[in-house]
């Protein structure tokens, strides 16, 4: 059966992570940044100390009407906000956002934002074509697959860990590594470091077969 070393970071990150949870036999290697990518629904509505509450505010403007329209209004001027409040260090220039901000145009892209926002917090439901996988990652499975996960040394919304908090999460072999000088967006903004996590994993999986 075909196997490939999957990578992402955020929401990118989870969908990788999904693979190597449930499906582990088509995944060779992980490349998460932001670490486990499952949180847990059953502390979703348990209240954190506001310096926690306060980096993730878009999360809580989402859950309103208010904060759809003022999305569907504003993506591109709130994407770039994000991108610099999530990579503070990160000196992207107009060409660099422009090329991610033709996505934001999709028909569909405030629906599926604001809905994802809306069902971490149980405030809508799911596809119920996905309801056995939900109900799976609830559990937060545990990811078998060899792994690097990577934070963001500069990270605001996520900041750097040193990943001991997870490690129960990870019962295959895992390197966690803390990239100094980027924050969020690690593919664009310490590319070396993440695709050389990649092919880590790609060779460690040829001399594994």
């Known amino acids: 059966m075909p196997r490939a070393v999957l990578a992402g970071y955020d929401w990118g990150g989870k969908a990788a992570s999904v693979v190597a949870a449930l499906w582990p036999e088509r995944c060779a290697g992980l490349v ?11 502390a979703a509505l ?16 989402f859950q309103t009407e208010r904060g759809r329209a003022g999305y569907a209004k504003y993506r591109r001027e709130f994407n770039r906000l994000f991108w610099k409040q999530w990579s503070p260090t990160w000196r992207f220039d107009d060409a660099t956002f422009a090329r991610t901000a033709a996505s934001f145009d999709n028909p569909d892209h405030v629906a599926v934002s604001i809905h994802s926002f809306r069902h971490r917090f149980g405030a809508v439901q799911g596809d119920p074509a996905y309801a ?11 990811i078998s697959v060899r792994t690097v996960t990577l934070d963001g040394g500069d990270g605001s919304a996520h900041g750097p860990t040193d990943g001991s908090a997870q490690a129960a999460k990870f019962t295959g072999p895992r390197t966690h590594r803390v990239i ?7 593919p664009q ?9 990649v092919l880590e994993l790609v060779r460690a999986d040829r001399r594994a077969r």
């Open 46 to 61: 348990i209240p954190a100390k506001p310096e926690n509450e306060i980096p993730l505010w878009w999360q809580f403007y």
């Open 32 to 42: 998460s940044g932001n670490g486990y990518a499952f949180a847990d629904p059953a």
């Open 132 to 142: 056995e996988i939900d109900r799976k990652l609830a559990s937060l499975p545990a």
């Open 189 to 197: 903004e310490a590319p070396s470091a993440f695709t050389d996590a």
């Open 180 to 186: 100094p000088g980027a924050g969020h967006n690690l």
